[in-house]
C-alpha cells in the first residue's frame, strides 16, 4: 500500500464516518450547548448512523448504485440537509413549521 | 424504639466504609489468586449495598467540576481500552474469535457485487445472521476510502471498541455527573466482559452497544430526532440490542408519557421500513423464533439458543469487584424514584439473563455495560459524596477496585489466542491458488476461516448454501472407511473437492482411512492437511 491510498483512507473515512455527524449534530445541538467531546463522539455516532441508512434508501427506492461519484453525493447529500437545516433554522423557517405541525398533531395526553 | 434504631443506622454507616475495603482487597487477593475464601462473594457484595443504603439516602447529584482536568483520565481510559485490543493483533496476525471468516466473506461478497448491493442474492444464512448496516457502512467506505474488509476487522473493531468509552461517559455524565461518568469510562476501559466481547469478534455487538448508548443519550436529553436516527441504526447493525431497547421505551413512555418518543419510533420505523420489506421473511422468522425459544425457555426451564458466550455465574466472577456497586447505584436510583430508561434498561437485561428467556448469554455483554454505569453510580454516591472520608482513603478505594477489575482483563490479553495457528491459517491461504471453481470441504470448526480466506465455496455440516446433505448423511461420510462411500458423498458435487482438516477438534471424527486411496490426493501436508478429490465421469 502506497503513500497514496494511507491518504485516501484516512480522508475517505473523515468524509464519511465524521463530516456528515458533525454537521448534524448542530441539528441536535446548537453551537455551545456541549463540548467538544461529546461534539466529536456524537459526530462519529450520527454518520456510522446515518450513512448506511441514507445509502440504502438511495438504492432501494432509487436504485442509485453505490460508484464513486453517487456514494460521494450521497454524503455531500446528507451533510447539505444538515447545513440548510441549520440556515432554514437561523431564518426561523422550521420554528414556524414546527409550530404548524404540532398545532394539527394533537397528543393532548402527552408532555412534550 | 426509635434509639434502637439510629444506634443500628449508626453501626451501619460505620461498619459500610471498612466492608467495602475488606470487599475490595478480597476482591483483588482473588483476582491475584492469591486468597479464595470458601464464602459467596455475591453475598457478601448484596450486604455491602444494603450497608451504603444510610450513605445514598443523604447523597446529592455532583456535577464533579472542571471538565478539562477530566479530559485526560477519559483519554488514558480510551488508549488503555485501545492498547488492550491491539496487543492481541500485535502477538498474532490471525484475528480472534470464531467470526472473522463469516465477517471477511459477507465484507468480500458486497464488495465484489459493487456497484450493486446484493440483497436479492444473498444465502439465508446471511440475512438472518447480518443486518444490512456494517455492510452498507462497509461499501461506502470501501467506494470512497479505498478500505478493504481486513482494514476494517483490524482498525475498525478495536477503535470501535475502545471509542466506546465516549458514550458511556456521556450518557454517564448526563444523568449523573461527570465524576461518576469518568469512573464508567475508566470501568469500562477495564472490564473483561467487554474484551471478552471483542476476543469472539462479536463485531455487530460493538456498534450495537454504541447506538444504544446513543440511543439512551438522545432519550434523557430529549433529543428525540437523534434517537430515533439511533434507534433505526439499532435496528440495521445489531438486532438484539435493538429489542433491548424497544422494550425499554415501553415501561418508559408509560412512566412518563412524552409525546416524542411516539415521533420518534415512527421516525425509526420509516427508516428501518426498506431494510424491513427487503428482509420480511428472516425478519419475521427471527422474531417468531425470539418468542418460541423465551415461551419454550420458561416452560421446560431448557436453556435453549443462549448465544456463545460464558454464563451469568462467570459473569458474578469476573465482574465481581464492581458488582457491589452496581447494586448501590440501583439502590440509589431505586431510592431516590430516578424512574430512568437506564433503570428500566437493567431490570429488562437482568431478566432476559437470569431467567434464561432467549439468547441470554449474549445479552451479558449489554448488562454489563449498565452494571458499569450502575456501579460508577454506586461509587459517586456511595463512597466519594460520603462525608467525613479523607480523599485519599476514597482514592485508594478507587484505585483498587480499578486494578481488580484490570486484572482478570489484562490476564486474558495476554492469553488470548486465535481459534486456528499461524500454520492452519497458511494452508487456509495455500487454498486460493488452486482452481477457481473448487470447493473445500471443511469441518464446522475451520469451516469460517476457509470460507473468509480460502476464497472458495465452502461445504460444511449444516453450514453454507454448498451443503447438499441431511444430518445422517454427514455422520455417515464421518463413519465410512471405505473411498466408495466417501466418493459416493463428494461425487454431487461437479467440481473438484479439497478437503481440509486441521486437527482442531477434540477427535478426529473425519477418519483419514477413507482417503488413503488413488482418488484423494494429499496436496498439503504440515499443520494442516488438504486432500484433492476430483469426480470421475
Known amino acids: ?112 | 424504639m426509635r434509639e434502637k434504631i439510629q444506634k443500628i443506622s449508626k453501626i451501619i454507616n460505620l461498619s459500610y466504609l471498612p466492608l467495602v475495603i475488606i470487599f475490595i482487597l478480597l476482591a483483588l487477593l482473588e483476582a491475584l489468586n492469591v486468597i479464595s475464601l470458601s464464602i459467596d462473594y455475591r453475598i457478601f457484595a448484596i450486604v455491602v449495598a444494603l450497608f451504603a443504603i444510610p450513605t445514598i439516602m443523604v447523597s446529592q447529584r455532583h456535577e464533579g467540576g472542571d471538565f478539562k482536568k477530566a479530559m485526560p483520565i477519559l483519554f488514558a481510559a480510551f488508549l488503555f481500552a485501545f492498547i488492550v485490543r491491539v496487543i492481541p493483533y500485535v502477538q498474532h496476525p490471525v484475528p480472534l474469535g470464531y467470526d472473522p471468516g463469516f465477517y471477511k466473506y459477507t465484507f468480500d461478497l458486497y464488495a465484489n457485487s459493487l456497484p450493486q448491493i446484493p440483497e436479492a442474492g444473498l444465502a439465508s444464512w446471511i440475512k438472518e445472521m447480518y443486518p444490512q448496516g456494517l455492510f452498507v457502512l462497509f461499501d461506502t467506505v470501501h467506494v470512497t476510502a479505498g478500505a478493504d474488509s481486513l482494514h476494517f476487522m483490524y482498525y475498525l473493531f478495536p477503535l470501535i471498541g475502545a471509542f466506546l468509552v465516549f458514550p458511556i461517559f456521556l450518557v454517564t455524565r448526563n444523568l449523573f455527573g461527570q465524576r461518576a461518568g469518568l469512573m464508567a469510562a475508566v470501568l469500562y476501559a477495564v472490564s473483561f466482559t467487554q474484551f471478552d466481547m471483542f476476543a469472539w469478534f462479536y463485531f455487530k455487538n460493538a456498534f450495537g452497544l454504541m447506538f444504544l448508548l446513543f440511543a439512551i443519550y438522545g432519550l434523557e436529553k430529549r433529543k428525540y430526532g437523534l434517537m430515533a436516527v439511533m434507534f433505526a441504526a439499532l435496528g440495521i447493525f445489531h438486532q438484539p440490542e435493538f429489542l433491548l431497547f424497544a422494550l425499554v421505551l415501553i415501561p418508559y413512555f408509560l412512566m412518563h408519557r412524552r409525546r416524542g418518543i411516539i415521533y420518534a419510533c415512527l421516525g425509526a420505523a420509516l427508516m428501518l421500513l426498506p431494510f424491513l420489506i427487503s428482509r420480511w421473511d428472516e425478519t419475521w422468522s427471527t422474531l417468531t423464533g425470539v418468542a418460541s425459544t423465551a415461551v419454550t425457555n420458561i416452560e421446560t426451564g431448557a436453556g435453549m439458543g443462549s448465544g456463545t458466550f460464558f454464563g451469568f455465574t462467570t459473569y458474578t466472577a469476573v465482574a465481581l469487584a464492581y458488582i457491589p456497586f452496581a447494586l448501590i447505584g440501583l439502590f440509589y436510583l431505586i431510592l431516590k424514584r430516578n424512574w430512568n430508561s437506564l433503570f428500566f434498561y437493567f431490570v429488562i437485561n437482568l431478566v432476559i439473563v437470569v431467567f434464561e428467556l432467549f439468547f441470554f448469554k449474549r445479552f451479558i455483554i449489554p448488562l454489563d455495560i449498565v452494571v458499569i454505569i450502575l456501579a460508577a453510580v454506586g461509587i459517586e454516591y456511595g463512597i466519594m459524596q460520603r462525608v467525613r472520608v479523607p480523599k485519599a482513603v476514597t482514592a485508594l478505594v478507587v484505585i483498587l477496585l480499578v486494578v481488580a477489575g484490570a486484572i482478570p482483563t489484562i490476564n486474558s490479553v495476554k492469553d488470548t489466542k486465535p481459534l486456528i495457528t499461524e500454520g492452519q491459517f497458511k494452508a487456509v491461504e495455500w487454498l486460493q491458488a488452486v482452481e477457481g471453481d473448487a470447493y473445500v470441504l471443511a469441518l464446522s470448526h475451520d469451516a469460517p476461516w476457509v470460507l473468509g480466506w480460502s476464497g472458495h465455496r465452502v461445504i460444511a455440516p449444516g453450514l453454507f448454501q454448498w451443503d447438499y446433505h441431511t444430518k445422517d448423511e454427514w455422520f455417515a461420510f464421518f463413519a465410512a472407511n471405505d473411498s466408495q462411500s466417501a466418493r459416493d458423498f463428494l461425487d454431487v458435487y461437479d467440481s473438484p473437492v479439497y478437503i481440509y482438516y486441521a486437527n482442531n477438534a477434540d477427535n478426529c471424527y473425519l477418519g483419514f482411512e477413507k482417503f488413503a486411496n488413488e482418488y484423494f490426493q494429499v496436496v498439503y501436508n504440515d499443520e494442516a492437511i488438504i486432500y484433492r478429490y476430483e469426480r470421475g465421469d
Not at chain 1, 23 to 34: D, E, M, Q
Not at chain 1, 65 to 70: A, E, Q, R, T
Open chain 1, 1 to 112: 500500500m502506497d503513500a497514496l491510498d494511507v491518504v485516501r483512507i484516512i480522508f475517505g473515512s473523515i468524509f464519511v464516518l465524521f463530516v456528515p455527524g458533525f454537521a448534524w449534530s448542530y441539528v441536535f445541538f446548537n453551537r455551545g450547548k456541549i463540548d467538544l467531546v461529546e461534539r466529536v463522539a456524537l459526530s462519529f455516532g450520527l454518520s456510522i448512523a446515518l450513512v448506511p441508512l441514507v445509502v440504502f434508501w438511495f438504492n432501494w427506492v432509487f436504485h442509485v448504485k453505490m460508484s464513486l461519484l453517487n456514494t460521494i453525493l450521497i454524503v455531500l447529500a446528507i451533510t447539505g440537509v444538515a447545513l440548510f437545516w441549520l440556515y432554514a433554522r437561523k431564518r426561523q423557517w422550521t420554528v414556524h413549521l414546527a409550530e404548524k405541525l404540532s398545532s394539527r398533531m394533537k397528543f393532548s395526553k402527552f408532555r412534550k
